[in-house]
């Protein structure tokens, strides 16, 4: 998970202009929801602000999901603040400032998430604006910031006081204070859109996970961590996709969806990622499901492809498809122009596991990626599926 740190400070000179470019909307309306919920594993529960230590990693989350659905049910059919407003301060416009760390946003998602960026084009440009500073500032920079402090080079000197540090700043970007030029922009984002800081925090949190912890005893505390660090994403970029006018489907579906394409493309990575991270001392797989094929933390250190452990991959595989699967039934359901980006990212990333098969398995010493031949080929097959519309999903 090591990443490369991404920094943009303002100027000195126009760290109070930015000041005056956040609209302070305050705080969205906290709801609170209390209704029985089917999982997409065919868990029910009832959710509920009643602290119960035996409820499961997805139990929780999920109260997480219902709130963020609550937040995009109060606005949705209203259009977000015009972004095309312009002001005008000592001898330069706020527009002008705020357009150019929009435009620094997506030079480095252009740069990071070359085919997200592209079918992020099609969006409408202030979608499109929007989709940068979330996806890039939580993916690109966020989590690479924060992971530069957990597995990079000064990781032995961070403390959870450091990234304590890192949530008062996301405090105060929520607040319209922005520190720096990319900080602006989702300040502005989340000032127009029903966007929740929790999914935020809970991403710190995951951070925070990877300072004590490198191992996880069963799945569910795996979906736990996979949620933080990359679920999240999928909550915070459903209220700027949007959902389509036409969409029979509940916007908790759709949260839910977002939320398993979140899980899944975590869950590839680890996949992925095996001999990386067990170089790095860490192993992300369930430990009770290692045993249960007869593996151990020494196999994973040893580094040897055997039956034992193309069987226990074949099934780690087939885990991480059914959230695949799962995603799929709501991407159809965001608007139409949102569609393509993110149909382009699920069938690329779900071709990663195809390369670990092709590479019989070995995630040891080899990497799986995707060739450009495929990705030039899934880009026409995502535009085709981004076109046909919404299904029946309920």
Same mark, same amino acid.
């Given at each position: 998970?090591?990443?490369?740190?991404?920094?943009?400070?303002?100027?000195?000179?126009?760290?109070?202009?930015?000041?005056?470019?956040?609209?302070?909307?305050?705080?969205?309306?906290?709801?609170?929801?209390?209704?029985?919920?089917?999982?997409?594993?065919? @868990?029910?529960?009832?959710?509920?602000?009643?602290?119960?230590?035996?409820?499961?990693?997805?139990?929780?989350?999920?109260?997480? @999901?219902?709130?963020?659905?609550?937040?995009?049910?109060?606005?949705?059919?209203?259009?977000?603040?015009?972004?095309?407003?312009?002001?005008?301060?000592?001898? /330069?416009?706020?527009?002008?400032?705020?357009?150019?760390?929009?435009? #620094?946003?997506?030079?480095?998602?252009?740069?990071?998430?070359?085919?997200?960026?592209?079918?992020?084009?099609?969006?409408?440009?202030?979608?499109?604006?929007?989709?940068?500073?979330?996806?890039?500032?939580?993916?690109?920079?966020?989590?690479?910031?924060?992971?530069?402090? @957990?597995?990079?080079?000064?990781?032995?000197?961070?403390?959870?006081?450091?990234?304590?540090?890192? *949530?008062?700043?996301?405090?105060?970007?929520?607040?319209?204070?922005?520190?720096?030029?990319?900080?602006?922009?989702?300040?502005?984002?989340?000032?127009?859109?029903? @966007?929740?800081?929790?999914? /935020?925090?809970?991403?710190?949190?995951?951070?925070?996970?990877?300072?004590?912890?490198?191992?996880?005893?069963? !799945?569910?505390?795996?979906?736990?961590?996979?949620?933080?660090?990359?679920?999240?994403?999928?909550?915070?970029?459903?209220?700027?996709?949007?959902?389509?006018?036409?969409?029979?489907?509940?916007?908790?579906?759709?949260?839910?969806?977002?939320?398993?394409?979140?899980?899944?493309?975590?869950?590839?990575?680890?996949? +992925?990622?095996?001999?990386?991270?067990?170089?790095?001392?860490?192993?992300?797989?369930?430990?009770?499901?290692?045993?249960? !094929?007869?593996?151990?933390?020494?196999?994973? /250190?040893?580094?040897?492809?055997?039956?034992?452990?193309?069987?226990?991959?074949?099934?780690?595989?087939? #885990?991480? +498809?059914? !959230? !695949?699967?799962?995603?799929?039934? =709501?991407?159809?359901?965001?608007?139409?122009?949102?569609?393509?980006?993110?149909?382009?990212?699920?069938?690329?990333?779900?071709?990663?596991?195809?390369?670990? *098969?092709?590479?019989?398995?070995?995630?040891?010493?080899?990497?799986?990626?995707?060739?450009?031949?495929?990705?030039?080929?899934?880009?026409?097959?995502?535009?085709? +599926?981004?076109?046909? =519309?919404?299904?029946?999903?309920?």
């Amino acid at each position: 998970m090591a990443g490369v740190l991404l920094w943009v400070v303002c100027p000195k000179g126009n760290a109070t202009a930015l000041l005056s470019l956040i609209p302070r909307s305050g705080k969205h309306k906290r709801c609170r929801v209390h209704q029985k919920v089917k999982f997409s594993t065919g @868990v029910s529960a009832i959710s509920s602000a009643v602290a119960n230590p035996a409820r499961s990693s997805e139990e929780k989350v999920y109260d997480v @999901v219902l709130k963020q659905a609550a937040l995009v049910k109060e606005q949705r059919g209203k259009k977000p603040l015009d972004l095309g407003t312009r002001t005008e301060t000592d001898g /330069f416009t706020d527009w002008d400032l705020l357009n150019e760390a929009y435009d #620094r946003c997506g030079e480095v998602c252009a740069e990071y998430a070359k085919t997200f960026y592209l079918g992020t084009l099609l969006m409408t440009p202030e979608r499109r604006r929007a989709v940068w500073a979330i996806y890039v500032l939580c993916y690109a920079v966020w989590c690479r910031r924060t992971d530069e402090l @957990v597995d990079g080079p000064n990781a032995s000197h961070i403390t959870p006081r450091a990234l304590d540090r890192w *949530e008062k700043r996301l405090d105060d970007l929520f607040e319209g204070r922005p520190y720096d030029m990319l900080d602006a922009a989702l300040s502005d984002t989340v000032s127009k859109y029903p @966007v929740d800081i929790q999914p /935020f925090k809970d991403m710190i949190e995951g951070m925070r996970l990877d300072l004590r912890k490198s191992r996880y005893m069963n !799945f569910d505390e795996l979906y736990l961590y996979c949620y933080y660090v990359a679920g999240t994403v999928g909550l915070m970029s459903v209220p700027v996709m949007g959902i389509a006018p036409e969409s029979k489907a509940s916007v908790e579906s759709v949260y839910n969806a977002a939320l398993a394409l979140g899980i899944a493309n975590q869950l590839t990575n680890i996949l +992925r990622d095996v001999g990386e991270d067990a170089r790095r001392g860490r192993i992300y797989l369930p430990q009770d499901e290692l045993a249960r !094929f007869g593996l151990s933390d020494d196999d994973i /250190f040893r580094g040897q492809v055997t039956d034992k452990w193309r069987n226990f991959m074949k099934d780690q595989i087939k #885990r991480a +498809r059914m !959230f !695949f699967d799962e995603a799929e039934k =709501g991407v159809s359901e965001l608007n139409a122009a949102s569609r393509w980006p993110v149909w382009a990212s699920l069938l690329l990333y779900r071709q990663i596991l195809d390369a670990i *098969e092709e590479n019989d398995y070995n995630n040891f010493s080899k990497r799986a990626y995707v060739g450009k031949v495929k990705k030039f080929a899934s880009l026409p097959v995502a535009y085709g +599926r981004a076109l046909m =519309g919404t299904s029946k999903l309920f």
